[in-house]
């Protein structure tokens, strides 16, 4: 099965294109986005050297659905899926911010507990907790949206006093976050899963605030079986679980966290295959439909071109 790692398009009306972490976003006209998810996948900052197939089509479609699942709540960018691995959507100027939404102790957040944190991004931890508990209610812990390397904690008070966000637009940001969070949480439930944590970024368009890129997707969450929860935590034993996490285990137990002179494993063409399975089962868990591959066979690349340019030239 083949792996789209890159992108070098040229679409109608294109004014540029940026190549990020994962996706491959193409202006059109300055007014429009056309964003690829590829297959390539990052963890601790960095891009792994084999590329994923079918994550970018798993990414993109629970996103799109997602999208569409709470456009009541909070308008969004998106406006057509013109391929399995593409959104095109409204342009936003984007706020240096990601709002980080969690339910329980766990990942990054859970390590630096371990090690006597009990303040993140000015948020008060409760001493006594233990991993993959759920916290009393859902706590928001932002950070900085870094162009390059790694993205930084910060607090509301240090974003609102730094004026990278307006006291305004963040509250509403704040107020969106929690009721997408808890519209994720109630689909997640209904498919025997826990949505664990996540993130979500928006911009500003036409004087308003948007929910842009993706969410609710296991590159932007953590889910939990929620079959088994209970039990597990009392024992103190891992969640069965669906997101990223386990590419960084797999990772740590490989002694690779991006830190200096830590070098990456080799990504053999079974592992990737696993992982790709993993990005599927997500899939049909989370969406309740049965994954329908885009034709891989052929040029990806062709494939996605012709589609897209179809679009823009009918819009």
Request: include cysteine.
């Amino acid at each position: 099965m083949k792996a789209l790692t890159r992108t070098d398009f040229n679409l109608p009306g294109q004014v540029s294109v940026y190549h990020g972490k994962v996706r491959d976003v193409y202006d059109i006209d300055g007014n429009l986005l056309v964003m690829v998810a590829t297959d390539r996948i990052s963890a601790f900052d960095v891009i792994l050297p084999k590329g994923i197939p079918f994550k970018g089509q798993c990414l993109n479609q629970i996103a799109a659905s997602f999208l569409d699942a709470t456009a009541d709540i909070v308008p969004n960018w998106k406006l057509a899926t013109p391929d399995p691995m593409v959104t095109v959507g409204l342009k936003a100027e984007g706020f240096r911010v990601e709002m980080i939404i969690r339910g329980y102790l766990t990942g990054s957040a859970w390590r630096d507990y371990k090690n006597g944190c009990r303040e993140i991004c000015g948020v008060r931890l409760p001493d006594g907790m233990r991993e993959n508990e759920r916290f009393p209610e859902p706590i928001i812990t932002p950070t900085t949206k870094a162009e390059e390397g790694h993205d930084e904690n910060i607090s509301k008070e240090e974003i609102i006093a730094q004026g990278i966000v307006s006291k305004e637009d963040y509250e509403q940001m704040e107020q969106y976050t929690r009721a997408l969070f808890q519209r994720g949480t109630e689909i997640a439930a209904k498919m025997g899963l826990i949505l664990v944590d996540t993130k979500y970024e928006f911009g500003k368009h036409d004087g308003k605030v948007i929910l842009i890129d993706e969410i609710h997707t296991p590159d932007s969450s953590r889910y939990f079986y929620a079959e088994g929860y209970e039990e597990k935590f009392e024992k103190g034993e891992a969640q069965k679980q669906l997101s990223k996490e386990f590419v960084r285990q797999w990772l740590i137990e490989h002694d690779f966290m991006n830190r200096e002179g830590d070098v990456m494993p080799e990504i053999t063409d079974e592992y990737a295959q696993s992982v790709s399975e993993r990005y599927i089962e997500l899939y049909e868990h989370i969406t309740g439909t049965t994954f329908a591959p885009a034709d891989s066979e052929g040029d990806i690349q062709k494939r996605i071109e012709r589609n897209v340019t179809e679009w823009l030239q009918n819009r």
